[in-house]
Structure formats: C-alpha cells, structure tokens
C-alpha cells in the first residue's frame, strides 16, 4: 500500500471510531469520510461498505471495554455486588458511547465478530447471574432474557436523555437493584415466556441502517 493510500486508510478508521461512538452504528458513512478529509468513494474502496468498516474498527473496542466492565464487576466481593456492578457497569457503557450502547442492545444486527463478543459478556453476566441466585441475595425468577430486557431498555432512556439529563439512567437503574434483592421480591404478573416470545421484536427494533 502507497504512503498516501496508508494515510487515508488510518484517517477513515480513526474518524469511523468517533463517528460510531458518537451517533452509533449506523451513523451516516458520508460524516466519516468528511472527518477524515477524504471522499465517500474512498471509503468504499478502502473499506467496500459499512459492515467492513464496522468489523475494521469497532471489535477491538468493544472487547476491550466490555472487558474492563467485566473485570471491574469480577472484583467485587459478594455474589450480589458481582451482579449489581455487572448491571452497572453495562448501563455505564451504554450511557458513554452509543457504538457500545447498539452493541449491549443488539440494536445492529449481522456484525458476527461483534455478536461473538457480545455473547461473552452475555454469558459472563448469566453466570454472575446464577451465582447471586444460588447465594440467595437475588430473586430466583430473574432469567438472562430479562437481564437483556433491562439493557435494551436502558439503550432507550440514555438515547433520549442523552443531551438533558444524562446520568437519568443511573437513578432507575438503582431502583431495578433494588427491587431484584431477593426480601423485596412479590410474584410477578407475567411468565419469561412473555419476555422471550418478544425477544425477536426487540432485536430487531433498532435504529434503521443507513447507507
């Protein structure tokens, strides 16, 4: 590769990683070229669309900071504070970055090196999950699905009070802790089947792609 060809290609990624960090996933490709100072038609050509660019940019970050998060919920001393951090420390994420917050929600679908990543904190969280169950301090009819629930909701709310209030997320997510412990649990008006049966809708109701 030509020096100069180099240079467009490391501008296209370092202004891409912005670009999705600020707007998310489907950010309009045209606002990564313009911030890179090149043309639309050399990120085609360098990169052939977005799920290129997407796979190009994006992994790296996100095991990396899905990473941290796992870690720093890892290291806390109970079964309970491991799954309340875990909560936490996602919602954190969502609330930081809107490329991670459409990772953590699944808002954008057919990325198989992101899905991969994401399936492992899936199930780092579902273990956390089964520990803070088995040690009695979390509701026992809490499911993975719910747990999932939980983040696409909280993808909603930092979306829209990003600009107005943007540490909302954290006061309602207190309260959804708080009502997991196990001594405030009461029967629950619905089944996990009414979760999973909506899964589908969910996953597939993110921000249309844009080209």
């Known amino acids: 590769m030509r020096a100069d060809a180099r240079r467009n290609l490391e501008k296209l990624k370092a202004a891409a990683a912005e670009v999705f960090r600020e707007q998310g996933l489907s950010a309009p490709l045209e606002e990564v070229a313009q911030r890179a100072?090149?043309?639309?038609?050399?990120?085609?050509?360098?990169?052939?669309?977005?799920?290129?660019?997407i796979d190009a940019v994006?992994?790296?970050?996100?095991?990396?900071?899905?990473?941290?998060?796992?870690?720093?919920?890892?290291?806390?001393?109970?079964?309970?504070s491991r799954f309340a951090a875990y909560i936490e420390e996602m919602c954190a994420l969502q609330a930081a970055d809107?490329?991670?917050?459409?990772?953590?929600?699944?808002?954008?679908q057919g990325a198989a090196e992101l899905t991969a990543i994401c399936a492992e904190s899936v199930v780092y969280g579902t273990r956390l999950l089964a520990e803070a169950q088995a040690?009695?301090?979390?509701r026992p009819d809490l499911t993975a699905d719910d747990v999932f629930v939980v983040?696409?909701?909280?993808?909603?709310l930092t979306r829209t009070t990003a600009a107005t209030a943007p540490d909302a997320w954290r006061r309602h997510i207190a309260?959804?802790?708080?009502?997991?412990?196990?001594?405030?649990?009461?029967?629950?008006?619905?089944?996990?089947?009414?979760?999973?049966?909506?899964?589908?809708t969910l996953l597939g109701g993110g921000t249309p792609r844009r080209r």
Not at 193 to 198: D, I
């Open 175 to 200: 309260f959804l802790l708080d009502g997991l412990r196990t001594p405030a649990a009461t029967a629950l008006p619905a089944g996990p089947e009414t979760v999973t049966a909506s899964l589908p």
């Open 37 to 53: 100072g090149v043309s639309i038609g050399t990120l085609y050509n360098r990169f052939g669309g977005r799920q290129e660019l």
């Open 98 to 108: 809107t490329a991670l917050n459409d990772i953590i929600a699944r808002s954008y």
């Open 151 to 156: 983040f696409w909701l909280n993808s909603q």
């Open 135 to 138: 040690d009695g301090s979390l």
């Open 58 to 80: 994006v992994p790296q970050l996100a095991e990396a900071k899905l990473g941290e998060a796992m870690r720093r919920a890892g290291a806390q001393p109970t079964p309970w």
